[in-house]
């Protein structure tokens, strides 16, 4: 990969924005300050598009090309400058409820989504076409599906405040946009990181592609039943596509555990953050029903409007801390052996306080102090993951400087 990739730059920029919205909310819950209007969604598109699909935009070119034999494609900086532009717009349109502008950021958004698709597809199709290459057999076809659950993803979400759903017969379109990006996108994009972590000895073994093969298609039709559902407003098929997703999910990171056991690397703290953060994505999946079946009561309703944070902080930051890092030293330290990221404090202070918000949903009187205790926390546990990213930038920075001097050094 290039040396220098401004998708990872831009991304440690919004982490580090994501930092200080927490800890805003943290005043917030504790009515220290007043509450600003969209703070919530500012600080969800922080860490989701700004932090996550930031970097993910930058690497994947990277790593589909290598997992096809091909060499790494230079950046493309028409699409990060899309991308950025149209992020820009909705960071600044949502607070505001500029409906021109949010139009102009969710579609500047999908149009990079789409060019990175469309090249995927060259690197593919460029690529060897031996096993590892069939349908659900490698990452790049997690890759591939969801960003295309993430187009679909941004297209409902870019109308949530301009009343699409009416003529697209939307009942609920919050639903269909958020079952979108977190099930179908970030699910079977962090499926094919996870595979990334795989080496393809293994994945090119039988049981590892019929297993694989049956994830994929248990998540990639599990998050077709849990977009669709809230759609044509139908509960089984919502409910039977839940329990497909969460049947994948749980296959893979079976067989994942398994062989990084084998490989004497699960009990380091950034192996545990990818592993364990899917501790809360059950938890969540365990509190559908209710919300579902039990609407008029008050805790599910607290549940569905409160309970984002479980899945952003407790399963989607808590991954990227292991996940981030690694791509940033696999990206800008080449030469080095990549390494997964976070430590002891992220790893016990991310979960305690997922704990702490999640019994901040229950206990209402206490509610105030534990969301406040656990979005300091929360910011508390991504300290050390933006100090050890700042690390890495100064190392290649270094090392650029370096090679630099040795090349001038040697001309005559």
């Given at each position: 990969m290039s040396v220098f990739n401004p998708y990872l730059l831009m991304s440690l920029f919004y982490f580090s924005i994501a930092i200080v919205a927490t800890l805003g909310s943290a005043l917030v819950s504790a009515d220290f300050v007043a509450s600003?209007?969209?703070?919530?969604?500012?600080?969800?598109?922080?860490?989701?598009?700004?932090?996550?699909?930031?970097?993910?935009?930058?690497v994947l070119p990277g790593l589909v090309a290598a997992r096809a034999g091909n060499r790494t494609p230079r950046t493309r900086w028409d699409i990060w400058l899309v991308y950025n532009a149209g992020l820009l717009g909705l960071l600044v349109g949502i607070p505001l409820i500029n409906e021109p502008m949010m139009i102009a950021g969710g579609t500047l958004v999908m149009i990079a989504v789409a060019l990175v698709a469309w090249q995927l597809r060259g690197l593919k199709a460029a690529g060897s076409s031996g096993p590892a290459q069939s349908p659900g057999g490698s990452s790049g076809w997690f890759y591939r599906v969801a960003l295309g659950y993430l187009l679909l993803g941004s297209f409902i979400g870019t109308g949530l405040w301009l009343g699409w759903g009416n003529w697209l017969h939307l009942p609920a379109p919050k639903e269909v946009h958020v079952h979108s990006n977190l099930w179908g996108f970030a699910a079977l994009l962090l499926a094919g990181f996870l595979l990334e972590l795989v080496p393809g000895r293994d994945l090119r073994q039988p049981g590892w592609q019929r297993s694989v093969k049956a994830v994929f298609w248990l998540m990639v039709l599990g998050a077709l039943g849990l977009a669709a559902g809230p759609w044509i407003e139908n509960t089984t098929i919502e409910t039977v596509g839940l329990v497909a997703h969460t049947?994948?999910?749980?296959?893979?990171?079976?067989?994942?555990?398994?062989?990084?056991?084998?490989?004497?690397?699960?009990?380091?703290?950034?192996?545990?953050?990818?592993?364990?953060?899917?501790?809360?994505?059950?938890?969540?999946?365990?509190?559908?029903?209710?919300?579902?079946?039990?609407?008029?009561?008050?805790?599910?309703?607290?549940?569905?409007?409160?309970?984002?944070?479980?899945?952003?902080?407790g399963w989607l930051l808590q991954f990227s801390y292991g996940l981030i890092p690694y791509l940033f030293r696999r990206s800008l330290l080449p030469g080095e052996p990549p390494r997964l990221g976070g430590n002891w404090l992220s790893l016990v202070a991310g979960h305690l306080g997922t704990g702490l918000y999640i019994a901040g949903l229950f206990a209402v009187e206490l509610r105030p102090v534990l969301?406040?205790?656990?979005?300091?926390?929360?910011?508390?546990?991504?300290?050390?993951?933006?100090?050890?990213?700042?690390?890495?930038?100064?190392?290649?920075?270094?090392?650029?400087?370096?090679?630099?001097?040795?090349q001038l050094g040697s001309v005559p």
């Open positions: 600003v209007g969209n703070l919530r969604w500012l600080r969800v598109h922080f860490i989701t598009l700004g932090m996550l699909t930031q970097a993910v935009l930058g049947v994948g999910t749980v296959w893979l990171l079976v067989r994942w555990a398994r062989a990084q056991r084998q490989r004497a690397s699960c009990a380091l703290p950034g192996a545990l953050h990818l592993v364990t953060s899917y501790f809360w994505l059950l938890v969540a999946v365990a509190m559908a029903p209710l919300i579902v079946f039990t609407p008029a009561r008050d805790i599910a309703q607290q549940i569905a409007q409160q309970g984002g944070p479980i899945l952003i902080y969301h406040a205790a656990g979005y300091t926390l929360w910011a508390l546990s991504a300290l050390p993951i933006v100090i050890d990213l700042w690390q890495v930038l100064r190392a290649a920075q270094d090392d650029i400087g370096q090679r630099l001097g040795e």
